[in-house]
């Protein structure tokens, strides 16, 4: 059974970082597009961006760039969200999910359990 | 990026069919064949329910089916059952290998 397993929640200020990871079991962790959704309460599903397991490479929403660095560590199997310039309204639960099929049609059909980040001052 | 536009809510008695509408452009939900449906009960995470704007994953009932004409993408659930009460979210591939979720709609079981 895949599962996706997300760090804890986290208590952060305004102008700070946070650093969440993304924890993937039960299956091989190359060779897919791990993605990560912000949700604020009460609001939508929002798309931060992608990394490339095998290789690397990412993708971010425009609405993030600048401020979102997805990584991953294959030796760890586990993905990698920072958001930096935190701002009150950045919190949100935030949730990795990994893309089926290796990338090729934008469903994600494994999701983490989400991550609780709180801004506040 | 804006978000796809859903209705905010729908409804329909146990039994019933009802139907969310997805609206897009031909940027995303008109120009390609990758929406998808999630399904979001309170404080749990998405589950997908449909891919490539038809498709079910395994273990999906057949009473969740999704189709598309143009630029609107819909998702309709035959048979309503108490557990279909829940958040219902679209996205689609929206080219330059970007993804856009829609604004989401809550699903009352009467």
């Known amino acids: 059974q895949v599962q996706l397993v997300q760090s804890g929640a986290e208590v952060t200020k305004p102008g700070a970082s946070v650093k969440l990871s993304c924890k993937a079991s039960?299956?091989?962790?190359?060779?897919?597009?791990m993605h990560w959704v912000r949700q604020a309460p009460g609001q939508r599903l929002e798309w931060m961006g992608w990394?490339?397991?095998?290789?690397?490479?990412?993708k971010y929403s425009e609405n993030f760039q600048g401020r979102v660095t997805i990584t991953r560590d294959t030796s760890a199997s586990t993905a990698y969200m920072e958001l930096s310039s935190l701002r009150f309204e950045d919190t949100a639960v935030f949730y990795c999910?990994?893309?089926?099929?290796?990338?090729?049609?934008?469903?994600?059909?494994?999701w983490g359990q989400g991550t609780k980040v709180t801004v506040s001052s | 990026q804006s978000a796809l536009t859903q209705p905010p809510s729908a409804s329909g008695s146990p039994g019933q069919s009802v139907t969310i509408s997805c609206t897009g452009t031909?940027?995303?939900?008109?120009?390609?064949?990758?929406v998808s449906w999630y399904q979001q009960h309170p404080g749990k995470a998405p589950k997908l329910i449909i891919y490539?704007?038809?498709k079910r994953p395994s273990g999906v009932p057949d009473r969740f089916s999704g189709s598309k004409s143009g630029n609107t993408a819909s998702l309709t659930v035959s048979g309503l059952q108490a557990d279909d009460e829940s958040d219902y979210y679209c996205?689609?591939?929206?080219?330059?290998?970007?993804?856009?979720f829609g604004g989401g709609t809550k699903l009352t079981v009467l």
């Open positions: 999910a990994r893309e089926m099929g290796g990338g090729v049609n934008s469903a994600f059909d494994i």
């Open positions: 039960g299956d091989r962790f190359s060779g897919y597009l």
């Open positions: 990394v490339n397991t095998n290789n690397g490479n990412t």
């Open positions: 031909s940027s995303n939900v008109g120009g390609y064949n990758f």
């Open positions: 490539e704007v038809s």
């Open positions: 996205s689609s591939y929206a080219g330059s290998h970007n993804v856009i």
